[in-house]
Each structure stands twice: as structure tokens, then as C-alpha cells.
């Protein structure tokens, strides 16, 4: 079985920067409700950035008060205008598809939403087929659902919305649709996917009611004010030190301030059944959010089987969760995430060719892929695939075994943790 020559200190303490997820969401609402917002703790990295900058063209005012702090002046959704440009959203798929949503509703603003070359392969037909239900006029420009799309705001009608996908984008652009249209929605999803935007909405005072773990019904008035948002860390960029704290051969980690939203926290049931020696300590509440610290121990890993009702809620952390099963006893086997296809990159292909790379056997599958117990790695040369989370998942392969892997591309990690190489190098 594959070890580590890796140790961290006793108790070493990180912080990681800001939740994604949670950070686009304070941009988003701080710009459509009315009057000044604070942002504490949020990322700054490109992904959200250049969703401040969009909305920035839309009207909006962001003023860095200190680091991932931002306080935001907007009059409210009714006077958010046409921009001069396109808007460009990057590499980011949240700030694309929830952007897509808020603009559908909004009354005489005409946007071009586009990204770069790997957000302009991804499907946006998930978010423009319930839109067009919902009567937005939203069309693709280039290739049919594909970005750049072209969107025309317009009042929209009520509607109820049984989605096969539990993707919480879909999920949230169509609150964001209803939220700047002003009318209901009632919402169903096959499992529950995060729910970050259902807690803001709740949050700022909104009417939400749950009918069910995976079935809401939202109501006006969406007559939101301006608030203070904390952002928690972000518990899918702590994922690549808890795998590293689990697996090195001495020493102990504690990550702190991390976001622990059940919705969010699959990653943590995994590696705890894998064998892994993860404790949460400091649980609080902050703005609707569960935040924890978590104690990370070295252990010694085992396959498990992983529930499909569990993929959801670690959507974003296979990749790294891979990286640990290169390390477990048994091996690692991995489905129901034909998911994986529609992000940053096809991540199932991705992690295939890597693995392949380094000397794994790997099965493939449509929907997942397994490997059986892995004994050796030889050094190989990493695609990254545009994707942060490849690159970032392979950097922690090559901290632990200290072999000669290296990544052809690793600014990709910029779009999510710009901090990621200077923790690592801190420990
Ligand atoms: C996100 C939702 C997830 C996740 C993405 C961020 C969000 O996508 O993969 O990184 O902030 O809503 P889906 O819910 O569409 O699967």
C-alpha cells in the first residue's frame, strides 16, 4: 500500500480563504437589495471577482474596505442597468448560470453573459430551458446551450419546477429569476443540492417554506435591505488539507472557521468512513450557516462504499477524495457522478488520464471509475484540464509522496485559492 513522507507540525493551524459558493451569493444579493452591505471573508479569486466586476457594469458600487472585506451601495434591483460590454464571467459556472437567472427577471436590462474557453464548452441548456418555461427571453449566440448567451430582462411568469439535475445552480438561478421578477416559485430536486441561497433568502427576512428536504415553495415580497455577510471558509478548498493532514505520517492540523453546511459536508462522511480521524470543534452559526473548526489526525484509510445520495453534497471534492483512495487499503471506486462531465472540465476523463499517467489501472466507467489498491506512483507530467481543482488535487499528491510529479498548467488554481501554494509551502 501507498505512504506518505510527509509530516506536518502539532497542531498547525490554516485558514483557508473564503467559501465560493457563499461569496458569489453575498455579491449577488447585496446587489439587488437596497441600500450599503458588508462582505467579510470573501474570496478573492478570480471566479468571484469577476462577478463583482460584472455587476459592477450592471451599477453596483464595491468599495475593498481590507482584505475579503467590501462594503456594497446599490439602490435596489429596480435600478440596475444595461451594461456598455458583455459580461464576462471567467472560468466561473456559479456566477454564469445564478447571474443568468437575476438578469432574466430584471425589466429592460439587455446583457451579453460570456466566460472563457472552458465556461463557453459547458451546458447552460439546464438553466435556459427553465428560464424559457418561466417566458425569459435567453438565447444562445454562439453554439445552441452553450455560452455566450444573450439575455433580454423581461417580468416573468410563476412556475413549479420538478428538476431531474440537483445541481444548486440551476436551483439558485431560478430563485434569482423569481426573486427579480417578483413572482413564486415552487421548487423540487431529485437530492439536495447545496442550499446557500435558500439560508440568505431566510436569512434576509424572504419567505421560504420547506415542504420537504428537496422541495420549497418561495413567495414575495423580495423587498430585500442591505445586511453584513461573513463568509465561512470554504469547506471544498479546506478538502485538500484535510486529505493532506489525514495522510501525512505525523502531526496534526486544525482548519479553522469552515463553513459546515450539511448540504456541504459529504467529504467529511467519506473520509470519516474511509477510517480518516476528523473532529469539528468551535460549531457556531453565522448568517444562516453552520461554521466549525476541524481537527485533522493522521489515519490509516480504507475503501468504503459511497452512498449515491451522498455525491451531491462532495460534488466538488472527487477529484481530491480520489487522491485519498490512492492511499486506502482496497483501493477507491467511485459512482453515480456522470456529473463530473459538466465542470470546470470533464473530471471524469480528467482524473482517467491522469491516474493513467502515474502508473494506476484504472476501470473506467460512464459514471465513475475504480481502481484496485495502488503500490507504486511513478512521476508523470499532470494535465490540469483549465481546471483548479485537477491541479490543486495533484500538487497534494505530489506534496505527499515528494516524487517528481509535476502540472503543465497550475494558474488555473487562481480561479478558486490563490493562497494554495503558500499554505502548503507554510507547513
Ligand atoms: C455551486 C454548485 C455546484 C458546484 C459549484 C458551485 C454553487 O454545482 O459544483 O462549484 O455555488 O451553486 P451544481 O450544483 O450545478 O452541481
Redesign the pocket.
Same mark, same amino acid.
Request: charged share 30%.
Given at each position: 500500500m501507498l505512504s506518505s513522507t510527509y509530516s506536518i507540525p502539532e497542531n498547525f493551524r490554516i485558514s483557508v480563504p473564503g467559501d &465560493? %459558493?457563499v461569496s458569489?451569493r453575498s455579491i449577488l444579493f447585496s446587489s439587488i437589495a437596497k441600500g450599503e452591505s458588508y462582505i467579510s471573508g470573501f474570496l478573492e479569486a478570480e471566479d468571484p471577482l469577476n462577478t463583482m466586476k460584472c455587476f459592477e457594469k450592471l451599477g453596483v458600487s464595491f468599495c475593498k474596505t481590507g482584505k475579503g472585506e467590501y462594503s456594497v451601495k446599490s439602490q435596489g434591483k429596480g435600478y440596475l442597468k444595461s451594461p456598455d460590454s458583455d459580461l464576462d464571467f471567467g472560468n466561473g459556472?456559479?456566477g454564469i448560470r445564478l447571474s443568468a437567472g437575476l438578469l432574466s427577471g430584471l425589466t429592460g436590462v439587455e446583457t451579453v453573459l460570456t466566460g472563457d474557453a472552458s465556461l463557453q464548452k459547458r451546458p447552460m441548456k439546464r438553466i435556459i430551458e427553465p428560464l424559457q418555461l418561466m417566458g425569459a427571453d435567453i438565447a444562445s449566440l454562439e453554439e445552441e446551450g452553450k455560452a455566450p448567451l444573450r439575455i433580454k430582462g423581461k417580468k416573468l411568469k410563476p412556475i413549479h419546477y420538478q428538476s431531474k439535475l440537483s %445541481?444548486?445552480?440551476?436551483k439558485?438561478c431560478l430563485m434569482l429569476a423569481s426573486i427579480t421578477s417578483d413572482v413564486k416559485l415552487e421548487y423540487e430536486e431529485p437530492e439536495l443540492?447545496?442550499d446557500h441561497t435558500e439560508n440568505i433568502v431566510q436569512f434576509l427576512g424572504g419567505h421560504l417554506t420547506k415542504l420537504s428536504k428537496t422541495h420549497f415553495i418561495l413567495e414575495p415580497p423580495y423587498d430585500f435591505s442591505g445586511n453584513h455577510y461573513k463568509v465561512p471558509g470554504d469547506i471544498s478548498s479546506a478538502a485538500f488539507f484535510l486529505v493532506l493532514g489525514l495522510l501525512s505520517k505525523s502531526g496534526s492540523l486544525v482548519i479553522q472557521n469552515i463553513g459546515l453546511n450539511p448540504s456541504r459536508v459529504g467529504i467529511l462522511t467519506v473520509l470519516k468512513e474511509m477510517g480518516g480521524n476528523i473532529r469539528i470543534t468551535n460549531q457556531r452559526q453565522e448568517c444562516g450557516e453552520i461554521v466549525g473548526d476541524l481537527v485533522v489526525i493522521p489515519s490509516l484509510l480504507h475503501r468504503t462504499e459511497i452512498k449515491p445520495e451522498l455525491i451531491p453534497s462532495m460534488?466538488?471534492e472527487i477529484p481530491i477524495l480520489t487522491i485519498a483512495g490512492l492511499f486506502s487499503e482496497g483501493g477507491f471506486s467511485i459512482s453515480n457522478v456522470q456529473?463530473l462531465r459538466a &465542470?470546470e472540465s470533464d473530471r471524469i476523463h480528467a482524473m482517467i488520464t491522469n491516474l493513467k499517467k502515474i502508473g494506476v489501472q484504472v476501470d473506467e466507467k460512464e459514471d465513475g471509475y475504480s481502481f484496485s489498491q495502488a503500490e507504486n506512483i511513478q512521476a508523470a507530467f499532470i494535465e490540469s484540464f483549465m481546471d483548479h481543482r485537477i491541479a490543486m488535487s495533484f500538487y497534494i499528491l505530489k506534496t505527499l509522496l515528494g516524487n517528481d510529479i509535476q502540472i503543465d498548467d497550475d494558474s488555473w488554481i487562481d480561479t478558486s485559492f490563490p493562497d494554495f501554494k503558500s499554505i502548503l509551502r507554510s507547513m
Open positions: &465560493k %459558493s458569489h459556472g456559479t %445541481s444548486a445552480q440551476v439558485s443540492s447545496r460534488i466538488d456529473e &465542470k
